[in-house]
């Protein structure tokens, strides 16, 4: 049984509330820091355990952290980002659902490190039910003296908030969340200068994910370097998967980074297989906007080496045949299932969700949702696909914020690997419509369960 | 600023030493000539603007003298601030290039391209954009989004379907209204500017948003349909405004003074902005006290006729400097 650090205590009854979460060792790590620790020693901590940011990027949360500019006289903020929109990632609500104390203990002990005096948890406006679930559990927890003015009587104050957002995608780009905090319109802001340096209200600003935040108790409550053992490489501690699609068992899984990806798909403990005895074709392995990768490069890289779920061995082979660990939305493929259709409702949600502020971005991923809006429907043409891949080029790198290359990079790898279902689509038009192209030879190098 | 407080810069490998803080986008402006990256939605005069529409995109070969490595991407020239010893690459680089084919291609395809019955054309910086660097078609064959005109006040047409959002008139609302009554509704390529339920802006100075827009999308009401801009002259004039410069383009056909503007610059930028009242109702030579006719870059199709031209620009393509600088890449490219 892999160890389990977030999710430990999952399964508890009624462990969203204080009481019950300090029973289970709740607001250790709050004591801890609090009484024993400088906040240099929170980060220095946080920096040894090598935990890297869980929202997508990967970016290492300690380093993030010492970047954060320290103007005298000048207030400095956390900011967690709770606007988990990504299609196929849904671990942070699991999370703020069931434990919403593991998130307030996270975010008392980091804006303590911090010296954040105000705090915010800015969340996606759809999850109305969690953003009571985070309230009430701030009510308690300022009941109890961890929140509030002279938090056990060590004389640091912290106000924490929960944000409600608007429901848009684009307010989980870190400039363009606190752009929304301030009340205005949630555009990304143009970088630099970073929100280490000029953030929230222009102050040093720090935005982490829900996850990376939770993470800070376990790393406090067991050390850096025993968080540090598990994992592999620079891929250190236990991570929220977020398991979707054509699973046995679809769900949130914490492993331990280093897992083949292999035994997460086919394993009883994690996804149990595919459902219905099918055959695996392909996974988005980090949420929509990674590239998609056929079932023979994600179980094996190009070299020939099993794929590991860990930010190095997912990226493996770059973009050519390797894909990204990102927020850990994975969605699995089985035969039946359309690629051209996925990548086209890939786009959809983009397209729909660019903020139109710079071209590119605004106008590719319409273009793009047109051009595979036709191919799926059978009216598309063999030169669709260079032409795909050549607008998602345009649009990747020349974009203010990185959602013109999340909805580029779905769009050239579907292309790049699943060509010639492409192309079936174009040749085999009024078939396509009520057929599927199959597995052909990105066929699962497994045997066959059935 | 003392001069050994300037930094060093070479854009397309013409050094140019400039002030802290500037953008690479002034720098090359500072050059001048055909190593200056087109600018959409960058505006000097307006705090804020810039880096949206991409088509200023330039290559940093070399982050500064401290950090050589290059940057990974290609930036918004208009609004990275330049190192020392930087290194930029414009027109002397493909990939530079190639991208902003892509922009131009991308700014292009929800446009009309409704130009000959369009009051911009002639004046219209997404037609000079196009022209220079664009491709000869497009490769766009869906329906393009429209919209319905607005009238924003008597005096204001706004015209969505040729908008490229480069928010140059939002910031001038912003920046030179007191109210906020001019944003942005909807997202994405929905998008669209508003004045908030059509409200019309109501200030001396809300013209100026006509003279920002670098596409026909604003408008002159008192001037739509009247006449091409080639076919009238613009002349030097000025009167005693009480509320702004009073320094302003007139534009003549025959003895009749079509429209008033302020004076734009090789740029395509206002050198002062005017007030309402010169601009709409002071069409009457007597009115003003004539100058002299107005320069008009010698590129212009508004100058193929007559009047003064300015100076040709000093760097074009052909400048040894820049030929014996960017040789491997200007060989490369014949290569290629």
Known sequence: MARKLLLEHINVPQINTLAVYREKGGYRAVEKAIKNMSPEDVVEEVKKSGLRGRGGAGFPTGMKWSFLAKPEGVPRYLVCNADESEPGTFKDRYLMTHIPHALIEGMIVSSYALGAKTSYIYVRGEMMPQIRILERAIEEAKAAGFLGKNILGSGYDLELYVQPGGGAYICGEETALLESLEGKRGNPRIKPPFPAIAGLYNCPTVVNNVESIAAVVPILNIGAEEYAKIGIERSTGTKLISASGNINKPGVYEIELGVPVEEFIYSDEYCGGIANGKRLKAVVAGGSSVPILPANLILKTAKGDNRLMTYESLADGGFATGTMLGSGGFVVFDEDQCIVRNTWNFTRFYHHESCGQCSPCREGTGWMEKVLHRLEHGHGNLSDMDLLVDVSKKIEGNTICPLGDAAAWPVASAIRHFRDEFEWHVTHGEESQTGNYGLAHYADPLEPVI | ?336
């Open chain 2, 1 to 336: 600023m003392a001069d050994n407080e300037k930094i060093k810069v070479s854009i397309d490998g013409i050094p140019v030493e400039v002030d802290p803080g500037t953008t690479i986008l002034n720098a090359a402006r500072k050059i001048g000539g055909d190593i200056v990256p087109p600018a959409m939605c960058y505006y000097s005069k307006l705090e804020g603007s810039g880096g949206k529409c991409r088509t200023c995109l330039v290559k940093v070969s070399k982050g500064s003298e401290k950090d050589p490595r290059p940057m990974p991407k290609l930036v918004a020239s208009c609004r990275t601030t330049v190192m020392d010893g930087m290194e930029v690459q414009n027109i002397t680089s493909n990939e530079v290039i190639e991208a902003r084919k892509g922009v131009v291609e991308m700014l292009l395809i929800n446009h009309p391209l409704d130009c000959p019955i369009c009051d911009q054309a002639g004046e219209c910086h997404l037609q000079d954009l196009g022209f220079e660097h664009g491709a000869v078609s497009t490769r766009y064959e869906f329906e393009r989004r429209t919209f319905d005109k607005i009238d924003i006040g008597d005096k204001i047409q706004l015209h969505m379907t040729r908008c490229i959002l480069c928010y140059r008139c939002v910031f001038t609302a912003d920046q030179l209204t007191n109210q906020r009554v001019h944003g942005i509704l909807g997202r994405g390529d929905a998008a669209e500017i508003s004045t908030y339920i059509e409200k019309a802006i109501d200030n001396d100075f809300s013209g100026n948003v006509i003279d920002v827009c670098p596409v026909g999308a604003l408008t002159d009401r008192t001037f739509r349909f009247k006449n091409r801009v080639w076919f009238t002259k613009p002349v030097e004039a000025h009167r005693d405004c009480p509320t702004c410069s009073g320094k302003v383009t007139l534009w003549y056909k025959g003895e009749e003074v079509l429209r008033v503007t302020a004076r734009k610059d090789q740029y395509g930028e206002v050198e002062e902005f005017i007030c309402n009242t010169c601009r709409f109702e002071k069409k009457h030579t007597a009115d003003w006290a004539i100058e002299g006719p107005r320069a008009v870059a010698h590129t212009s199709v508004i100058s193929s006729n007559h009047y003064e031209n300015l100076k040709p620009l000093q760097v074009i393509k052909e400048n040894p400097t820049l030929k014996e600088a960017n040789k491997y890449q200007f060989e490369r490219s014949v290569r290629l």
